[in-house]
Nanobody, 121 residues
Framework: QVQLVESGGGLVQAGGSLRLSCAAS??????MAWFRQAPGKDREFVAG????????YYSDSVKGRFTISRDSAKNTVYLQMNKLQPEDTAVYFC????????????????WGQGTRVTVSS
C-alpha cells in the first residue's frame, strides 16, 4: 500500500522557519512535489524535485525562501521554509508520481493528507 505521510506543520511567527517532511512508503517515485491550498483559494504548486537528478523547481512566490530536498535512504522529501510570511499560511500537501516530470499543474498519482502551516503577523 502506497502512503505519503506529511509532518512538520505548525504555527510560526512571520520571519520564522519550518521544515516539512513527507515520508513515502510502498514504492519509490521519480518525482515528488509540494503543493499548498490557502483558505478560499485553489491548490497551487510550491516546489518539486526529480528524484534521480535532484533537479528542483519552485514557484516564484517561494523561490529564494523555500528549499526542497530528498533523502533516498529514507524515501523522504523535505521542504525547508524560511522567512515565512502570513501569505504562506495554507495546508501543504505532498504529491508523488512515477513519471520523471515535475508538473506544476499536476496530475500526480499519489497525495498525502496535508499538514497545516499557520504564519502569524
Amino acid at each position: 500500500q502506497v502512503q505519503l505521510v506529511e509532518s512538520g506543520g505548525g504555527l510560526v511567527q512571520a520571519g520564522g522557519s519550518l521544515r516539512l517532511s513527507c515520508a513515502a512508503s510502498g514504492r519509490t517515485f521519480s518525482t515528488m512535489a509540494w503543493f499548498r491550498q490557502a483558505p478560499g483559494k485553489d491548490r497551487e504548486f510550491v516546489a518539486g524535485i526529480r528524484w534521480s537528478s535532484r533537479l528542483t523547481y519552485y514557484s516564484d512566490s517561494v523561490k529564494g525562501r523555500f528549499t526542497i530536498s530528498r533523502d533516498s535512504a529514507k524515501n523522504t522529501v523535505y521542504l525547508q521554509m524560511n522567512k515565512l510570511q502570513p501569505e504562506d499560511t495554507a495546508v501543504y500537501f505532498c504529491a508523488a508520481d512515477p513519471s520523471p516530470a515535475v508538473r506544476r499543474e499536476g496530475p500526480y498519482d499519489y497525495w498525502g493528507q496535508g499538514t497545516r502551516v499557520t504564519v502569524s503577523s
